[in-house]
């Protein structure tokens, strides 16, 4: 007997249109609305391209995150995303972007 209890969910779009301001101690971050997903998951980009989790944003409209306490330079990324069964599923990760 098949198991015909099978969801299909599309992938979550890549997240564009990244801007940044850097002012005295911070980087403001916006990017462009995806439809459809639950939040957007910030990341800190390291020197070697390796990721860490900075925040998250719930919500599609939410389209802005403020890193305090740091200063231009640094590198960020972002991903919409959709909760399945528990887990966070994650559209392809924006380009790189260096706050100015």
């Known amino acids: ?9 599309n992938t979550p779009k ?4 990244l801007t940044n301001y ?3 101690g911070y980087n403001f ?7 459809g997903v ?5 990341y800190r980009v ?5 990721l860490s989790e900075l925040g998250r944003r719930i919500g599609a409209g939410s389209v802005n995150y403020t890193d305090y ?7 960020y990324a972002v991903c919409a995303y959709l909760q399945v069964e ?13 706050a100015r």
């Open 29 to 35: 971050i916006s990017w462009d609305h995806v439809a």
């Open 46 to 50: 390291a020197a070697d391209g390796s």
């Open 22 to 24: 850097a002012g005295n």
């Open 14 to 17: 890549q997240v564009t249109g």
């Open 38 to 42: 639950q939040g957007y998951i910030i």
């Open 86 to 98: 528990g887990k966070d599923l994650c559209g392809p990760v924006s380009e790189v972007f260096t």
């Open 69 to 75: 306490g740091t200063e231009p330079g640094r590198r």
């Open 1 to 9: 007997k098949a198991d015909k209890d099978v969801r299909y969910v």
